[in-house]
């Protein structure tokens, strides 16, 4: 999946909860969409062939000092990785520290919870995906 089409997708998925795409020229590093629940920086990664190799995701260092900054100011944010059509949402203050050096285990381990699921899905519907957003950060 292209970031393009990623990022339709989830716009669509959180119209309930107002999402929009933010453009670069709202200013370096700002996350890609906006919701009333927080801001979402989406990522596109592919798993590498051995299972304790870093997963290559590119966080640009004006994101994390963006996140960083929004996180600390008490604002809501997170990742949202798309690796090969799997889902992974992070906290930012988590994303900052560890998303692109992090193997699939600790990836997995810290990836915020689908809520109402009781076994993790590849990806979450609508209603789940708005649920954990609002469910806090």
């Known amino acids: 999946m292209t970031e393009k089409r990623f990022r339709s997708l989830v716009i669509k998925m959180l119209d309930p909860i107002g999402a929009f795409a933010v453009e670069n020229s709202a200013g370096v590093g700002v996350p890609d969409i906006c919701t009333v629940a927080g801001w979402i920086e989406l990522k596109i990664a592919s798993w590498p062939i051995r299972l304790e190799t870093k997963i290559s995701v590119d966080l640009r260092k004006t994101q994390v000092i ?18 090969e ?44 995906l708005i649920d954990t957003l609002l469910g806090g950060n």
């Open 85 to 128: 059509g799997e889902w992974f949402l992070h906290k930012a203050s988590w994303a900052c520290d560890f998303l692109g050096n992090s193997a699939e285990a600790e990836l997995r381990e810290n990836a915020v919870p689908w809520r109402g699921v009781h076994v993790n899905t590849c990806r979450p519907d609508q209603r789940i």
């Open 66 to 83: 963006w996140l960083r900054r929004w996180v600390a100011h008490g604002g809501k944010a997170w990742t949202l990785t798309d690796i």
